[in-house]
């Protein structure tokens, strides 16, 4: 998969080519610094331009950026840059660039002793006498392999280079630049930019592959394993093939394996701005990039990549979709099931992906399903019932999501709603529960077809209403209206404790209920224990109470009526006729 997403990057960087621009635009126009001062010393030894960039991570742009220089000042970021902190040109690692046309050193290390006279020398030198460092056979094969394709290097610019950081390098503030003490200073003597580019391949591909000791040679090519996500050392023996004549997982050229690294580069630059869903389009050649917050809003086929900022880029999660779509095939009617009429906005049609996941994010999983479809289980910052939920059920819905997999996620979605709905009863927040019922009853009128609830819950409470009203004692006539009022006479109870910190969890003993005879039992015990706050006259508690005990046809436990009417608003708590209330 990774090699299908490389020939649609290097299309992309083909397309930029014949526009007449450098095929690396495609990553230097989303390219990001690291915070810092940057420098920029022309042919006369004099500051031409001086910068100090930040990213504002809120506002996701760079900050103190000088349009006219910023451009270039990319590009020799960008083409001075370490594969990483483990193959310096620097051997004690002070000094962090690749070439002897810049010079990279954190401005800590101006003042603690770390960066000096030795220190440059070395750094300086080393780049002079590339052979030296380059002593082995394989790290040997790599320098010459490229060094027959560039220019020689120009000592006598490395020398001047040389000359002028020791010069100024600890006296900066006498040409009026100014350091804050923390992050890069980065210096870069201007050049024609094959210079720079040649000089980066000069370190770049004697450090492209993971370990030159690996490299074959083949055919006049060299081939080797890739640096990105991916190593063979002591702390990783089962990325070795042991059954094969070569333990390697697998080999590319050079050439492959420079290009893979600008791929990584160019993923890089759209994590580092939040970037992380990436699509990839391998029929029109396109890539995209969307924030965990933002959707792809047409329909898609290609590869899917999820990736991670960190010492590199990471590709957490990677993945093929076949058949995308951001309108959602049949729309979502979100219907408050106690009452239909109700005008409240959040009661609608859904018809986008976005829309559906969005509704998901909040109402089920308060705002943390979105960012953590694929989130390490030890890097969630959430815990309790949302992080058991969220774990257990992201993959299903980011696959019917974003992939239009359906198998199970009914079932998936109704166990999830049914544990959150407890949950927000247990810790008293019975309005999200409501609005969490009614979501799970949506969600299942949805995935039935369309077809309407078999349970019509407000025509129940208004029936039930009736009936505990009238002046002889009705009888329930099914097992949902049973259930229902169950709910109902359990809220009331609970409403009488006289308990300073009352919680909504005394309600769990009756959901968790399996057997009818238990459950009449449980009611039995609430009403011994709560009987002194009720009187005789109490018609409307009565009623309810004596048609729950005569109803002995229910069979199998009807939880989701039992929490409908538990969560609704309690019957024997509304006026009859605006002024008489029940017990009174």
């Given amino acids: 998969m990774l090699k299908d997403c490389l020939e649609v990057f290097k299309r992309q960087m083909q397309q930029v080519k014949e526009k007449g621009r450098a095929e690396d635009a495609l990553i230097l126009d989303s390219y990001i610094p690291a915070d810092g001062c940057y420098i920029s010393v022309n042919s006369d030894g004099i500051i031409a331009c001086q910068m100090d960039l930040k990213f504002n991570k809120k506002a996701k742009q760079m900050e103190g950026i000088s349009q006219r220089y910023y451009g270039k000042m990319c590009f020799f970021d960008y083409h001075s840059r370490l594969v990483s902190m483990d193959k310096p040109v620097d051997p004690k690692k002070v000094i962090h660039s690749n070439n002897y046309l810049s010079f990279w050193v954190k401005q800590e290390s101006l003042g603690n002793g770390k960066l000096n006279q030795e220190a440059i020398d070395r750094y300086f030198d080393v780049l002079k006498n590339p052979e030296k460092k380059y002593a082995k056979s394989k790290d040997r094969q790599m320098y010459d392999y490229i060094a027959a394709q560039i220019d020689e290097i120009n000592v006598e610019k490395l020398e001047w280079c040389r000359d002028w950081v020791k010069k100024h390098i600890f006296s900066l503030e006498d040409m009026g630049i100014s350091l804050s003490g923390k992050n890069y200073l980065k210096i870069f003597f201007e050049d024609t930019e094959e210079r720079y580019i040649q000089e980066e391949q000069r370190y770049l591909i004697t450090k492209i592959f993971n370990k030159n000791d690996y490299n074959q040679e083949i055919d006049g090519k060299i081939w080797g394993l890739p640096n990105d996500n991916l190593g063979m050392n002591q ?318 046809k229910a069979e199998k436990t009807d939880q989701n009526s039992m929490i409908a009417g538990y969560i609704n608003n309690n019957i024997l708590y509304q006026k009859k006729n605006m002024e008489e209330q029940v017990n009174e």
């Fill in 235 to 552: 702390k990783k023996p089962y990325m070795a093939h042991k059954t094969r004549k070569t333990e390697l997982p697998y080999m590319i050229t050079a050439e492959d394996a420079v290009l893979q690294r600008k791929f990584f580069d160019y993923l890089y630059n759209q994590a580092s701005a939040g970037k992380v869903n990436i699509y990839i389009d391998p029929e029109k050649g396109e890539i995209s990039a969307f924030s965990k917050e933002e959707k792809m809003q047409k329909d898609f086929t290609g590869y899917y990549l999820y990736v991670q900022k960190g010492k590199e880029v990471q590709i957490m999660h990677q993945d093929v979709i076949v058949d995308y779509r951001y309108h959602l095939r049949k729309r979502f009617q979100y219907i408050n099931v106690f009452d239909r009429k109700t005008e409240e906005e959040l009661y609608r049609d859904y018809g986008t992906v976005g829309q559906m996941e969005s509704l998901l994010n909040e109402i089920l999983f308060s705002k943390w399903l979105v960012t953590n479809y694929f989130t390490p289980v030890d890097e969630l910052q959430i815990s309790g019932e949302t992080a058991r939920n969220l774990i257990w059920s992201r993959d299903a819905i980011f696959a019917w999501l974003y992939k239009n997999e359906t198998q199970n996620i009914s079932g998936i979605l109704s166990k999830v709603s049914v544990n959150m709905i407890k949950d927000s009863i247990k810790n008293g927040y019975i309005s999200k529960a409501v609005k969490q019922f009614n979501l799970k009853c949506s969600l299942e009128e949805y995935f039935s077809g369309g077809e309407p609830m078999s349970t019509d819950y407000e025509s129940i409470r208004k029936e039930l209403r009736r009936k505990i009203q009238s002046k002889e004692t009705e009888q329930i006539t099914s097992d949902e209206e049973y259930y229902y009022a169950v709910g109902q006479l359990v809220n009331y109870f609970i409403s009488l404790s006289k308990a300073k910190d009352k919680k909504h969890s005394l309600a769990n003993p009756f959901f968790n209920i399996k057997n009818n005879q238990a459950l009449k039992d449980k009611l039995r015990q609430y009403f011994i224990k709560y009987n002194y706050q009720l009187k005789c006259s109490g018609t409307w508690f009565n009623n309810l109470y004596a048609m729950i005990c005569n109803y002995t």
